[in-house]
Nanobody, 120 residues
């Protein structure tokens, strides 16, 4: 069974920074895309950023230039560096991983979520 363990959330003032981490463990043939989503109260979950195994990244327009996603394939870990945080970035952030349990057999796993609150 695959598990995702997230860390790094918390309370930060506007303009501040946080770094989220998500470590995957368990039996996986390969890990393809790793990504971060967020869900604010009363809103739907939305993509923040994702990154392929080859390092190609994709960002939501609202975070471009402020957030950076990266991954360490050896550690099966994805990171989200968040700079210039705004109150509207407040949400629960979820890690999502697309992986294969065997060649051509894909699965998805979600992390438990970590709260990010941006407030003065």
């Amino acid at each position: 069974q695959v598990q995702l363990v997230e860390s790094g959330g918390g309370l930060v003032e506007p303009g501040g920074s946080l770094r989220l981490s998500c470590a995957a463990s368990g039996s996986m043939f390969s890990i393809n895309v790793m990504g971060w989503y967020r869900q604010a109260p009363g809103k739907e979950r939305e993509l923040v950023a994702d990154i392929t195994s080859g390092g190609t990244t994709n960002y939501a327009d609202s975070v471009k230039g402020r957030f950076t996603i990266s991954r360490d394939n050896a550690k099966k870990t994805v990171y989200l560096q968040m700079n210039s945080l705004k109150p509207e970035d407040t949400a629960v952030y979820y890690c999502k991983v697309w992986f294969e349990v065997a060649r051509g057999v894909g699965r998805i796993a979600w992390g438990q979520g970590t709260q990010v609150t941006v407030s003065s």
